[in-house]
Nanobody, 115 residues
Framework: QVQLVESGGGLVQAGGSLRLSCAAS????????MGWFRRTPGKEREFVAA????????YYADSVRGRFTISRDNAKSTVYLQMDKMKPEDTALYYC????????WGQGTQVTVSS
C-alpha cells in the first residue's frame, strides 16, 4: 500500500511563496510520474503540475506556469511544489498523486492566499 503525505501548506499573503512537499512510502517512487492537483469548494479538482519519473520533464497548468515549480528527490521519495508570486485564486486544498493516471492520492494540505 502506497501512502502519500503532503505538508507545507498554510497562510501566505499575495505575492508570497510556499513550498509543498509530498512524501511517499514504498520502494517504487522513482518508477512513477507524480503530480499536484488542487480543489476549491464548488469546483472540480484541477491539475496543477506533473513531473516524470526522473524529473526530466515537467508540465504545468496555464494558470501556474511561470510561478510554480515542480521537482522531485527520488532518494527521499519526495515531490515538491514551489509556489511563488502567489495569488488569492491559488487558495485551495492541494493534493499530490502518483502516476499519469493517478492511482494513489494524498489527503491534501490547505493553502490560503490572502489579498
Amino acid at each position: 500500500q502506497v501512502q502519500l503525505v503532503e505538508s507545507g501548506g498554510g497562510l501566505v499573503q499575495a505575492g508570497g511563496s510556499l513550498r509543498l512537499s509530498c512524501a511517499a512510502s514504498g520502494r517504487t517512487f522513482s518508477s512513477y510520474a507524480m503530480g499536484w492537483f488542487r480543489r476549491t469548494p464548488g469546483k472540480e479538482r484541477e491539475f496543477v503540475a506533473a513531473i516524470n519519473w526522473n524529473g526530466g520533464s515537467t508540465y504545468y497548468a496555464d494558470s501556474v506556469r511561470g510561478r510554480f515549480t515542480i521537482s522531485r528527490d527520488n532518494a527521499k521519495s519526495t515531490v515538491y511544489l514551489q509556489m511563488d508570486k502567489m495569488k488569492p485564486e491559488d487558495t485551495a486544498l492541494y493534493y499530490c498523486a502518483r502516476g499519469w493516471t493517478p492511482d494513489y492520492w494524498g489527503q491534501g494540505t490547505q493553502v490560503t492566499v490572502s489579498s
